[in-house]
C-alpha cells in the first residue's frame, strides 16, 4: 500500500489514497460504507479500462482481485488523464442494467473520484488553452469543499434501511398494497406523488413489524391488518355494549402501544427525533385506516367515529402541535447553519447568491473544458442544467420545487405557425387541453414550459418564455400560477433565455474544423456560418419522451425538462434536492436546498422592509399567505432582529425625544400615526414585546 504523504504515480496507489482520505475525514460506520460503495464502482470502472475478470457475470473470485490489483498498477495516472472516465464508468453500469439507485449511486461515486483525482497536485497537468478560445473555455474550476458528504447536517450516523420490500412481501400481501394503492387512486384521487409517499411509509411500517418489534411479525402472517385490525359492523352487532368498549380499548391500547414504541425506534435506532417525520407517518397510518375501514363508514364524519381512526387523529393532534412549536421556535433536526450562506457584513442573502454564486455558474457552461478540449455533450446539458434550477430560485420567488421538478415541455409542434410568431422567429407551444394531463375538475393539471409572442393581451415582438403551472400543492388556496420568466442578464452579457434555448436545442460552436458544417436552424445571424453542434441540447440526456393521442387521431409528444444525465428518468423529490446542494456545496460549503431558497426570500422581504402590498404580492408568488411567510419562512437571527428594533426605535422614538429637548413647549412631538403602524406591523411578536418592554422601561 502506498504511503499517504508519498504522491500516487498508478491507478492502484490513487484508489489506495482515495480510500485513506475517507478514512481521515469521516466517522468509522460512515467511511465503510462510502469504501463499500467505492469498491464496487471501482470494479466497474477496471472492467471498462479493458480487466476482464474470470466469470464477468458474477462475483470475482480471490484471483480475480489479485490480477485486477496487477492490471490497474500498470494504468499511469498520466494515461488515466486523457480518459473519459466518467463517461466510460456509466457506459459499462448500463450494460449491468442495474436498478436506478444502484446506478445513480455507482455513477455518483465514480464523479466524486475523477473529481478528487483532478484536485490532486500530482494530477498530471493539461496544456493551457489557447488564447483565442478563452471565452470558449470553463474556468478552472476550484472545489475547496468537495462532495456535500464532506459538511453532515448531523453528527449522527446515517439510519439504516429498514423498509420492507415489495419484492419480499408474500404475494397476498402485495395484493393488499395494489389494492391500497387503488383505492388512493380512484376513490381518493390522490395525486401520485401523495400515493408513493404512503406507500413508501406503509412499507416502513411493514419493515419494522418484521424486524424491529418485539416481538417481530413472521413476514407470512403480514398484513395490513397488522397495524390495523378490522372489526366489522357484524361482529360488533354479536357483542353486548360491555363488550364492545372492552375489545375498542384493548385494541386502542394496542395500537397506541405500537405508535409509542415505533417512536421509540425512530429515536434510538434511526435518530430520527423530529415531529415532522411522525407526523408523516401518522398521516399515512390514518390514509391506511381509511382503505381498511372504507365498508364500515360512508362519509369522512363517519370514518372519524370508529375508534381505532379516532386513536390515530388523537395522535395526530398531540405529534402536530409538537411540530407546530418546534416551527414557531425555529427548531430543526438538522444544523441549518450548514445550509444558510455566509455573507459580507451589509449585504443580504439574495444579493450575495446573485452576485458571487449565479456568475460563477454560468462560465462553466462553456462548450471547452479549462484546456481547450471539447467537451462532452451531455456534460455541457448537464451544466446549463445546474445553472438553470439555480437561477431561477434566485430570481423569481420560489415556489416548492415540484414546479420545477415536473415542469414538462413539447417535444412536437403539430399547430399551425401563429401569425404573431416571426417569420424567423423561434416558437415553442403550449400544448392543447386534450394533450394535457387533466385532474378531476376536467381543468389541466400539470405544469408546462412554452414560448409565445402574446401573453394576456400584450404583445413581444422578441419572444418570451412561460412557466404555465396548473399542478401545485397549494392550488385550491392560492390559484394557478403563470407567469413570463425574466430573461436575466449575466455579467458576460449571455442571458437566461440564451441558456434555456442551448439547454433545449442544443449549444453551436462555430469554426472551420475538419468536420464543420453549414448551420441551418432558426437563428438568422448563424445562417449559413460553418461549425458544429457540441451538444444537443436535452437529447443528450436521452428523456423519456412520452405521446398523446387525441380524438381526431392528432398526436402530441413532451417531456419533463429536467431529466437525470444517463438514465433520462425524472428526478424524485430527494435526488432533486441533492442536486441543488451539490451544487452549492462545490462552490460555497453549504448545503443550500430549493427549500432553502424560500427562506432566504422570505427573511430578505423582512429585512429589506417591504410594504404590506409587497408581502402580499411576493407571499401570494411564493403560494401563501403573508401569515404562513412570517410564521414559518422568515429566519432573522437574534443579532438582526434586536438590529431592527433598534433602528426602528433610533428612527421614530429617539428622535422625537432629541427633538423634545430642542423646544420649549414640555411635549412630545407625535409620529404620524400611520407612519407608526407601518413600522410596527414589520416586528414580528417578539419584536414588539421588545419594544413595549423597552417604553414602558422610559415610562418608569
Partial sequence: MTNQNQNPVNLLEASELYIADIRAKKSEKTAQNSINEFNSMFRTLIEALGFKPENPNGRWTNRDQEMARTYVKEISLAQLAKLPLSEMLRAALRKKKPSQASFNTYAARGDQFVSWLGDGPWWPKKSQRHPRRADKCCPPRERPFGHRSNTPLRDAPRPEKYGLPHSEMTPPLQAECEAFQYHLKVKEKLKPRSIESYLADTALFLGYLANHQDPPVPVEQLSLQSLL???????????????????????????????????????????????????????????????????????????????????????????????????VSRKYVSDYDKKWPEVPEGMTELRFLREHFIERLAPQCRVRDPSGRRRAGWRITASIAHLLIWLELIILAPRRQQELRDRKVSTSCP??????????????????????????????????????????????????????????????????????????????????????????YGSWFPGTFKTAYAYQWCDPIRDGQKGVWQSLGLLELEPEIHQVTGPRGDTWTHTVVFVQPGT?????????????????????????????????????????????????????????????????????????????????????????????????????????????????????????QQLQDWIASLAS
Avoid at 417 to 424: E, G, Q, S, T, Y
Wanted: hydrophobic share 35%; proline share 6%.
Fill in 229 to 327: 385490525p378490522l372489526v366489522t359492523a357484524e361482529e360488533l352487532d354479536e357483542l353486548s355494549p360491555t363488550q364492545r368498549k372492552r375489545l375498542w380499548r384493548k385494541l386502542n391500547q394496542t395500537l397506541t402501544d405500537l405508535i409509542q414504541h415505533y417512536f421509540q425506534f425512530l429515536e434510538e435506532h434511526q435518530n430520527s427525533r423530529s415531529p415532522r417525520t411522525k407526523v408523516g407517518r401518522l398521516v399515512a397510518l390514518y390514509a391506511i385506516g381509511r382503505f381498511i375501514y372504507k365498508d364500515e363508514a360512508d362519509s369522512k364524519a363517519e370514518m372519524r367515529l370508529v375508534p381505532i381512526i379516532a386513536t390515530i387523529l388523537e395522535e395526530l393532534r398531540v405529534v402536530r402541535k409538537v411540530a407546530k412549536e418546534w416551527t
Fill in 568 to 688: 433520462g428518468k425524472p428526478y424524485e423529490p430527494g435526488n432533486f434536492s441533492n442536486l441543488y446542494a451539490d451544487v452549492s456545496h462545490s462552490y460555497l460549503g453549504k448545503r443550500i436546498t430549493p427549500h432553502t431558497m424560500r427562506y432566504i426570500w422570505a427573511t430578505w422581504a423582512f429585512m429589506v422592509g417591504l410594504s404590506e402590498h409587497q408581502l402580499r404580492a411576493l407571499a401570494a408568488q411564493m403560494g401563501m399567505t403573508v401569515e404562513t411567510m412570517r410564521r414559518i419562512y422568515e429566519r432573522q437571527v437574534p443579532e438582526e432582529q434586536r438590529r431592527i428594533v433598534q433602528e426602528a426605535v433610533d428612527k421614530w422614538l429617539l428622535d422625537e425625544l432629541s427633538r423634545q429637548e430642542d423646544t420649549d413647549s414640555g411635549m412630545l412631538s407625535l409620529i404620524p400615526l400611520d407612519t407608526l403602524k407601518r413600522t410596527v406591523q414589520q416586528l414580528s411578536t417578539k419584536e414588539r
Fill in 415 to 504: 399547430v399551425k405557425r401563429p401569425d404573431d410568431v416571426p417569420a424567423d422567429g423561434l416558437y415553442h407551444p403550449l400544448p392543447p387541453d386534450w394533450a394535457r394531463e387533466i385532474g378531476p375538475n376536467q381543468l389541466p393539471a400539470d405544469i408546462y414550459l412554452y414560448r409565445t409572442y402574446t401573453d394576456q393581451g400584450k404583445h413581444y415582438p422578441e419572444g418570451i418564455w412561460v412557466a404555465d403551472v396548473q399542478d401545485y400543492k397549494t392550488r385550491q388556496a392560492h390559484g394557478c400560477f403563470s407567469g413570463i420568466l425574466p430573461n436575466y442578464r449575466f455579467s458576460d452579457g449571455t442571458s437566461f433565455y440564451d441558456y434555456v434555448e442551448r439547454y433545449l
